[in-house]
């Protein structure tokens, strides 16, 4: 069998796993965040933090449970790392340094997973368990907790009116932050992460506490590597889109992705949230059609992405590559070039960031197409949560466009888009451009920063654009050639990753509000059909029209000018 056919029965067997994972998950999940009960665990939490979880929230008081729980958790993570030294379980390693140690709290709990660290040389026990794992969950249940409230937002039984004087108002309520996000926790991912682990650990995956004990000779010298719970976090780390490896080397390594079923098993879990999230926002909306459209959407730019990653990787120039039969520096020869472009196309489309090949190998295009599905907004299907929201303010351009097409206001699930609406989706989308264009020309400009790169040119420049893309988009992986372990990048990186995660937080549950107070429009003949084909061509062709008018300069000095050359 060929490589290229390899490649194309791999992403054919995907594509079926995850078709049959998308009615029953996307309908469970419509069921946990509608539900009025409560398991007996959850009420012991929320007897615990003190929460109600029975009480609606409008848009403010949502956004600021999210940011108090999330600034908690960056200090606790924080703090648990500078503390290391005297903890037990260390292995012997020392506390993190301070800078580091912010970056990485910023990197856990806003989802990104960005690591400027070797993990099996800095990280103990109770850090990796107590404080990176946990924060893989409750990180990944505060995305699908926005996601929800979006959804809420649009649905007609959200929108509920209460009575003031006689007078029926809008309440603009959300539902309960509190209740999401633990919901989010006991019923979908501790679930899935744990029969995910189980899998791994029986196809060899990595599951003790054991010290750091000597593997062999390597190149002459010792080989030594340190146990840990690889399997218990690999499951959350891909099935919450966060994508922090336990080992320095990610998914290329054999003790945390063993074979080329686990490599392919860690795909689907990447996917398999945020792709039946889509059911999820149909069912709650009353339209299960409106959510096919929005999976179309989806499953046509990562195909077309896919197909593209391949064509790069597969036709590429030179004897040497073709007489191997594909691009294959920098990628593990257990999982070959097909099996690799799946992998690096699914974790810059998701906000997973986790890798199983260097990106900074592949060719010049192909390292452009990892970089691009960033640039997307990572949408397609993005984060567990962030992606559907961040499609469905995409969604909203798209009406808004179409609008102004024919001359109508533009409408979107019943709910008018107005000046103010338009203006919360135009600041969502202009946050991560903004974070990523003018911290890579900083870091190009200052002389300090550019020390860092260990290449000149085209490629040297790709690397400090895809760091701060990869930041400002909460992804986390790496273009590798970067040294990043600098307070430059450290303290810049962080800050990217805190205000590209939460200011568009702080847009989308705006919006949130701002639809649920409105009263529903009634659909009439000269209603744009938003479940159609026609538009889902049109929020494809939005989206790529925004984002090459937006990337397209940097693009062109980046992996575009080195594909060129090549």
């Given at each position: 069998?060929g ?6 029965l ?17 309908t ?6 509608s539900s ?19 009480t609606e929230m ?32 260390s292995?012997?390693f020392?506390s ?7 970056n990485?709290a910023?990197?856990?709990?806003t ?7 070797y993990?099996e ?19 990944a249940a505060?995305?699908?907790?926005v996601?929800?409230a ?11 009116l209460?009575?003031?004087g ?23 991912l ?14 060899g ?15 002459g010298?010792?080989?030594q590597?340190?146990g840990?719970?690889?399997a ?9 889109t ?5 080992f320095?080397a990610?998914?290329a390594?054999?003790?945390?992705n ?10 689907f ?16 909306v ?6 096919y ?6 499953v ?11 064509w790069t ?10 007489l191997?039969?594909g691009?294959?520096e ?6 070959g ?5 799946i ?9 997973t960031?986790?890798v199983?090949s260097?990106?900074?190998?592949f060719?010049?295009?192909g390292g ?8 997307l ?6 984060g ?9 303010i995409?969604a ?8 102004l ?14 000046t103010r ?9 202009l ?6 264009l003018?911290?890579?020309a900083?870091?190009m400009a200052l ?10 040119g ?8 895809y760091?701060?893309t990869?930041a ?12 990043a ?19 568009p937080?702080?847009f989308?549950?705006?919006?949130a ?17 938003t ?12 989206i790529?029209i ?21």
């Open positions: 069998m490589p290229v056919l390899a490649g194309v791999q992403l054919l067997a995907l594509v079926g796993a995850l078709a049959l994972a998308h009615l029953p998950l996307g469970y999940m419509a069921r946990v965040y009025d009960t409560h398991w007996r665990v959850e009420k012991w939490i929320y007897r615990g933090i003190g929460a109600d979880p029975d409008r848009w403010p008081a949502y956004l600021r449970g999210v940011l108090a729980f999330s600034a908690v958790g960056v200090l606790f993570l924080y703090l648990l790392q500078r503390l290391q030294g005297v903890l037990p379980g292995l012997g020392a993190i340094d301070p800078d580091q140690a912010f990485t910023v990197s856990f709990v989802n990104t997973n960005w690591q400027s660290y993990g040389q800095a990280m103990g026990h109770v850090v990796q368990t107590a404080g990176l794992a946990v924060q893989n969950f409750v990180s505060v995305g699908i907790a996601a929800v979006l959804v809420r937002g649009f649905a007609l039984p959200h929108s509920r209460r009575s003031s006689g007078t029926p108002i809008r309440t603009g309520e959300l539902g309960n932050f509190w209740a999401d996000l633990v919901r989010g926790v006991t019923r979908v501790l679930p899935g992460a744990f029969v995910a682990a189980i899998v791994l650990v029986a196809c995956v990595l599951q003790n506490f054991s010290g750091i004990h000597e593997v062999g000779q390597f190149l010298g010792p080989q590597w340190n840990g719970a690889v218990s976090q690999e499951a959350i780390k891909e099935l919450g966060n994508g922090g490896g336990y320095n990610n998914s390594h054999p003790f945390e063993p074979t080329p079923f686990t490599n392919l098993f860690e795909i879990l990447i996917l398999v949230i945020p792709f039946a999230l889509t059911r999820t926002f149909g069912i709650m009353g339209s299960v059609r409106q959510g459209a929005i999976l179309a959407t989806m046509t730019i990562w195909l077309g992405f896919t197909a593209l990653m391949m990787e597969f036709a590429h120039h030179g004897p040497a590559l073709q191997a039969g691009a294959y920098g990628k593990e020869v257990r999982f070039v097909g099996s690799s472009s992998f690096a196309v699914a974790t810059t489309l998701t906000s960031g986790a199983d260097f990106h900074s190998s060719t010049g295009l452009g197409i990892t970089l691009l599905g960033m640039m907004g990572e949408i397609a299907p993005g567990t949560g962030s992606g559907l929201y961040g499609m469905l995409m909203v351009i798209a009406v808004f466009i179409a609008g097409m024919v001359g109508r206001t533009p409408e979107y699930l019943g709910r008018k888009i107005g609406e338009i203006k919360l989706a135009a600041c969502y989308l946050v991560t451009p903004t974070l990523v003018v911290l890579a900083a870091a002389p300090t920063p550019a020390h860092s790169m260990t290449n000149s085209a490629h040297g420049f790709s690397e400090i654009l760091a701060y990869s400002a988009n909460n992804n986390g992986s790496a273009f590798a050639g970067l040294n372990d600098t307070q430059w990048f450290n303290s810049t990186l962080g800050i990217a990753m805190l205000l590209g995660r939460f200011l937080m702080v989308v549950l705006a919006l509000g701002s639809l649920a107070e409105q009263r529903p429009v009634p659909v009439t003949a000269g209603t744009l059909r479940e159609k084909p026609l538009f889902t061509g049109l929020l494809v062709g939005t790529l925004i984002t090459g008018l937006t990337y397209f300069p940097a693009l062109a000095l980046g992996p575009l000018a080195e594909g060129l050359a090549s």
